[in-house]
């Protein structure tokens, strides 16, 4: 099992930036793929970015390539995701997810954490 939190959300102000953290906690050396995800209302849940175990491989989705990075720290277990040039379309729940594999899909996932809102104000 796998135990993700997700923390770093609030509201800023467009142009804005903010960091998302997503600590996780138990058997993560099997699950260690990392992905964010994103579900603003009314809307399915879309995939943000993945990174592989070792951090060398990193993908985005275009509508958000160039302006947010993936990062992780594995001595600490936790995942970044620093969100520069925030947009109000960028307002959504956002979720981590761990998984074997990484992958833009969200079935590859095993594991989720809770969600951290993030809120973009015009």
């Known amino acids: 099992q796998v135990q993700l939190v997700e923390s770093g959300g609030g509201l800023v102000q467009a142009g804005g930036s903010l960091r998302l953290s997503c600590a996780a906690s138990?058997?993560?050396?099997?699950?260690?793929?990392m992905g964010w995800f994103r579900q603003a209302p009314g809307k399915e849940r879309d995939f943000v970015a993945g990174?592989?175990?070792?951090?060398?491989?990193?993908y985005y989705a275009d509508s958000v390539k160039g302006r947010f990075t993936i990062s992780r720290d594995n001595a600490k277990n936790t995942v970044y995701l620093q969100m520069n040039s925030l947009k109000p379309e960028d307002t959504a729940v956002y979720y981590c997810?761990?998984?074997?594999?990484?992958?833009?899909?969200?079935?590859?996932?095993?594991?989720w954490g809770q969600g951290t809102q993030v809120t973009v104000s015009s």
């Open positions: 997810a761990a998984g074997k594999v990484v992958s833009t899909r969200e079935d590859p996932y095993d594991y």
């Open positions: 138990g058997r993560t050396f099997s699950s260690c793929r």
């Open positions: 990174i592989s175990c070792s951090g060398g491989y990193t």
